[in-house]
């Protein structure tokens, strides 16, 4: 039974029982459930006892068992279960439930894993006692192991997969388990680096099937924007009295100049722009972030190839010796306006002939000036608002970040004029040309 009591300041002139009763039905009643989960290293058990009678309320590893048991069939339960006294029908209900555990859970292993061993779950059932094993094949054999004689990547991975999947309080509200929030302390610290990039994917699975999640981390291989979109990162900073701030990335201040759209991250991490950037890629280096955007979407490039956002135009001068001392092959593309065409002057200048090879002005048409949002016509952005149902007074920036996010990129890129796309195949042959 819940024998928490709340206060309620705007209702202090009321009595107590009268504010612990909004309060609770606030809480209770009208709030999504909040899950937070700050450590998935505890060691599982691999015996759990089953109480001859159902208690009202189940807690821990019984209450996460519990729950898998109903995620496989909602008539199962390990009570029920544990009553069976026909071996055969109970090892068909086990069977039925360590099939979907395993599809939850150990697939998903397999895909973080570093070697190819396969990993299953084993349930058994005696005594009052639900034993878990995990059955491993390693050379054609099978090898049976508690779950706490695994490695820790794996022991994280376990406790993460079954407390965020099968968590017993996040049904509280039957029917919105949608409403959940999961809050999550640095996920995935126990996990090799390739295994926290797929983490990170299977966070953004998880935002959009099961709920909201919010989590902090220092790595950056839990910020890949092709998951987490940029505007959704916040800068976590310490003020003066103890007083704590989330500051949206775009509007965090620096002690160091910003090179470039994620800078604040790159500091905050303690990491080099450049750490992230593999050996074999290509580099497509443009003055912002919707110049990424609006790149990556209408152009056709390499897979092996980058675009690298800065926030200016003055901005892409200060990456380039970056490129230069890391060998990588680069194109740097300023808008053809007046300050574009200063700041690529002024490169040229500074990094001479040779290297000026690899700088380049958008494709100018019988204009003043052409700057990415001059690339389309004024139709191709009416066309685009109505695929994604945007206000016709959407801005520009707000219409690419949604298109770059929609789902349903080919159907935008097909919308847009002739013209546009003609514009489009130019800047593409040019990127293609320069750093091939």
Not at 83 to 111: C, F, G, H, P, V
Not at 202 to 225: A, F, M, R, W
């Amino acid at each position: 039974m819940n024998t928490k009591s709340y206060t309620f300041s705007y209702l202090k002139s009321e009595d107590s029982e009268f504010q612990n009763a909004v309060a609770r039905y606030i809480i209770e009643r009208e709030l999504p459930y909040i899950l937070y989960n700050d450590d998935f290293t505890d060691r599982p058990e691999s015996v759990i006892k089953i109480p001859e009678e159902r208690p009202e309320q189940l807690s821990g590893w019984l209450a996460i068992y519990e729950r898998a048991c109903q995620a496989a069939n909602k008539e199962f339960s390990l009570f029920k279960l544990a009553n069976i006294t026909d071996n055969r029908e109970k090892n068909s209900i086990l069977s039925e439930i360590e099939k979907n555990l395993n599809n939850k859970l150990t697939q998903d292993w397999e895909k973080f894993s570093v070697d190819n061993n396969k990993l299953k779950i084993k349930l058994d059932i005696n005594n009052n006692e639900l034993n878990i094993q995990i059955k491993e094949t390693i050379g054609g054999n099978e090898r049976f192991f508690d779950v706490v004689d695994r490695s820790k990547g794996f022991l994280w991975f376990y406790n993460f997969i079954m407390k965020v999947r099968f968590n017993a309080k996040a049904n509280i509200k039957s029917g919105l388990e949608k409403d959940t929030i999961f809050l999550l302390d640095e996920p995935g610290s126990y996990l090799h680096l390739n295994a926290q990039d797929k983490l990170c994917s299977n966070l953004n699975k998880i935002s959009s099937e099961d709920g909201i999640v919010i989590y902090c981390t220092h790595s950056h291989h839990l910020l890949n924007p092709e998951y987490i979109p940029i505007n959704n990162i916040h800068i976590v900073e310490k003020k003066p009295k103890k007083l704590v701030q989330l500051i949206p990335i775009n509007e965090y201040k620096t002690n160091i100049e910003k090179k470039n759209a994620l800078q604040p991250v790159y500091e905050a991490l303690g990491l080099s722009p450049y750490e992230i950037l593999n050996e074999n890629y290509k580099i497509v280096c443009v003055e912002g972030i919707y110049d990424k955007y609006v790149i990556e979407l209408f152009c056709k490039l390499d897979d092996n190839t980058i675009v690298f956002p800065g926030v200016s135009a003055d901005s892409i001068k200060k990456s380039i010796p970056y490129f230069i001392a890391y060998r990588k092959k680069y194109v740097a593309i300023w808008d053809n306006d007046k300050e574009g065409r200063n700041q690529f002057e002024k490169a040229k200048e500074y990094f001479g002939e040779e290297e000026a090879k690899k700088f380049k002005l958008l494709p100018m048409e019988n204009k003043t000036k052409m700057r990415m949002e001059n690339m389309f016509n004024e139709e191709d952005y009416i066309s685009i608002i109505k695929k994604l149902n945007l206000s016709e007074k959407t801005s520009y920036e707000n219409i690419m970040l949604a298109a770059y996010y929609s789902k349903s990129k080919k159907n935008i890129r097909d919308c847009l004029s002739e013209d546009t796309k003609q514009r489009f195949n130019i800047l593409n042959d040019i990127i293609n040309e320069t750093i091939k």
